[in-house]
């Protein structure tokens, strides 16, 4: 009898087996949006780490609205600090729509991709919702952009700091940077939550999120745009690639060392603009760093920094 049982569990664990590696080896195809109107002129509004709809995060999503955003993206940690388990959960309201009321009700349309702390709840919950939202922009956990004139990569970077990531994303994204650069993009955006380097305190990113970026996406895009460290922080630019940082939308965290090619850092609450320019083919990014204070007696929106980033499209891979 003992036999007979050994044998018909290994029965079924043969096709059972079969079944997790052909989930775990299956490469899912990111969507692609294709977007009919230039990106130069659109006024981007990048956000991250709002999560716990305070005073600050509350001040964010007013100046949004006053820095007349065309869109915004949220790079992570929606919502603190386990993400949230349905769309009926009321931390979803309290800490991530009721923040962006003031954006939502003026129609301007957020994009988002998730942070760590997201990964805590049921992620697929952000996806529920932007199926509900027409506003909210969320097709998968990493997905494909593309307009007249630029093309960007929503990532999911918290899958490529872990052992389970293996060839998941990757595979995506090599084809992706290989059908974009097929399609002549002239500027190109990484959008993350996790930074490649960093002057705040969470420092460098870890062994395979560096391996990931450094061999598929720095020296080959013109911006990676990030939050994760609750700071504000233009860190220069790696491989050709410009890193910034805006990851202050609730809360600030201590600065650390700075990184090798820091231009500015700042710890205070704020958003991060980016506006492109196409002058006769040329693209170039116009970018600045705003504080946003959330105090009545100072002025809401107080800009601490700008610079620029002559895009060159997809850069073919080392």
């Avoid at 929606?78 to 769309?87: A, E, H, K, N, R």
Wanted: hydrophobic share 40%; with cysteine.
């Amino acid at each position: 009898m003992g036999r007979r049982l050994r044998t018909l569990v290994l029965l079924l664990l043969i096709p059972l087996s079969a079944l997790v590696l052909t989930w775990w080896w299956h490469v899912p195809h990111g969507p692609w949006l294709i977007h009919n109107q230039p990106l130069a002129g659109q006024k981007i509004c990048v956000i991250g780490d709002g999560g716990w709809g305070n005073d600050a995060s509350q001040a964010i999503g007013r100046a949004l609205v006053t820095l007349q955003c065309d869109q915004v993206r949220y790079l992570g940690d929606l919502v603190y600090p386990s993400g949230i388990q349905s769309v009926d959960d009321p931390l979803l309201k309290a800490r991530f729509l009721d923040p962006l009321k003031p954006a939502l009700d003026a129609g301007i349309p957020v994009y988002l991709v998730l942070g760590n702390h997201d990964w805590k709840g049921n992620a697929r919950a952000w996806l529920t919702l932007a199926r509900q939202n027409p506003l909210i922009h969320f097709p998968h956990y990493y997905y494909f952009e593309q307009w007249p004139d630029a093309c960007a990569f929503s990532l999911e970077t918290t899958w490529l700091e872990k052992w389970y990531y293996l060839r998941r994303q990757g595979n995506w994204l090599d084809s992706a940077l290989n059908n974009a650069r097929q399609h002549h993009c002239r500027f190109s955006l990484g959008f993350a939550h996790h930074p490649l380097v960093s002057s705040g305190s969470h420092g460098e990113a870890g062994p395979n999120l560096q391996l990931s970026l450094n061999d598929r996406l720095f020296g080959r895009l013109d911006l990676y745009l990030s939050g994760h460290e609750h700071i504000l922080s233009d860190e220069g630019s790696y491989q050709g690639t410009r890193q910034l940082i805006s990851g202050s939308a609730s809360i600030n965290n201590d600065l650390g060392l700075p990184s090798q090619e820091q231009r500015f850092t700042r710890a205070t609450h704020g958003v991060l603009t980016l506006v492109l320019h196409d002058d006769n083919g040329t693209m170039t990014a116009d970018y600045r760093f705003y504080s946003v204070l959330g105090n009545p007696r100072e002025p809401l929106i107080t800009l601490l920094w700008q610079g620029d980033k002559v895009g060159q499209g997809i850069r073919p891979a080392p």
